[in-house]
């Protein structure tokens, strides 16, 4: 599940042609002024004729030519400023176009992938993921509430459930504002269909929007990677080990579910541990309870995730039943 050298390469056209479109939109952005106010284009034009001017100056031993030059420049660029402003145009209006302006769009930044070419390379990696389909439909702009009942006690010490799922999206939302500075963990539990997922989804798409890698994971398929890499020697396998350690913000989804033996055991307590060493942020859901946890998996990997991890309980009917019988 590695990077192969085609997919790099496909990648990396990506950025070619992200290039080529936006220095066609800045031209356009030229045009268009230019069409509005022919003097944009004269002052454009006389910049580059005392630019020429200025570098035989300096060829000739005019060391005063540079200072001039930025003068001239600093006033003609105050009346295109000027001008852009009266056409309702912001000043930055022919400034080259990015998509990422922390790497202009080349992907690097000083020799080092930049943090969009690092997500651009975990999309495709974790591809099957099929996150960027599901967060367009499950974020916090889709949430809705109205699933889970008002009526107080029916969650527990006399909270709805209502007011724990308003609870717990609050506790999601200060998860990612305070994610750069703060790395921290989650675990969400609660039966089926009560939620869980789709607020891992929410912090997903909030944190990816932010440029923050994350990557997304059923319980099952990371231990078949983890498995693959260990027993198989799996090349592809061994690298996307990599990005499981080493990536801002790992979901493990539908904890309990996958078959558990003592090898899924130990990698998940390695897999916890080596993040919250790393101070990695980490996002598990379960239908398991603390005890239960404890039981499947271990009374250490309980006692780290009771720890280290804030706990949200939710409760509610299972909604994925309710959105069938509304058809929503």
Not at 175 to 203: A, E, H, W, Y
Not at 260 to 288: A, D, G, P
């Amino acid at each position: 599940m590695g990077l192969t050298n085609s997919q790099y390469d496909e990648i990396m056209r990506n950025y070619d042609s992200r290039q080529i479109a936006n220095r066609h939109k800045t031209e356009e952005h030229i045009a268009e002024a230019y069409e509005k106010d022919p003097r944009l284009k004269e002052i454009d034009d006389s910049i580059a004729r005392y630019s020429v001017a200025a570098a035989r100056r300096l060829l000739n031993g005019d060391q005063n030519a540079v200072s001039d030059l930025k003068n001239i420049i600093a006033e003609m660029h105050q009346q295109r400023e000027d001008i852009l402003s009266t056409l309702g145009y912001s000043k930055d209006f022919f400034e080259p176009v990015y998509s990422c302006p922390d790497c202009k769009d080349t992907g690097y930044i000083n020799g080092k992938k930049c943090h969009c070419l690092q997500q651009a390379i975990l999309n495709k990696v974790y591809a099957q993921s099929n996150l960027s389909h599901i967060l367009s439909r499950e974020n916090f702009s889709t949430l809705r509430y109205d699933f889970y009942s008002d009526a107080p006690n029916s969650f527990e010490n006399g909270i709805s459930e209502l007011d724990n799922m308003r609870s717990a999206v609050a506790e999601c939302h200060r998860f990612v504002d305070t994610f750069r500075n703060q790395p921290n963990n989650l675990l969400l539990m609660g039966n089926t269909g009560t939620g869980k997922t789709f607020l891992s989804n929410c912090i997903a798409k909030e944190l990816l929007d932010r440029g923050h890698s994350v990557i997304y994971f059923s319980a099952a398929m990371l231990f078949e990677n983890l498995s693959r890499s260990r027993f198989d020697r799996d090349s592809d396998a061994i690298e996307a080990n990599k990005n499981i350690f080493d990536c801002d913000l790992l979901i493990i989804d539908d904890l309990g579910t996958e078959t558990t033996n003592s090898f899924t055991v130990s990698q998940l307590f390695l897999c916890i541990n080596e993040r919250i060493l790393r101070q990695k942020s980490t996002i598990i859901s379960t239908n398991l309870n603390l005890g239960n946890l404890a039981n499947v998996y271990s009374e250490r990997i309980a006692s780290r995730l009771s720890s280290a991890y804030n706990i949200i309980k939710l409760s509610a009917n299972d909604i994925r039943i309710q959105c069938k019988l509304q058809k929503v």
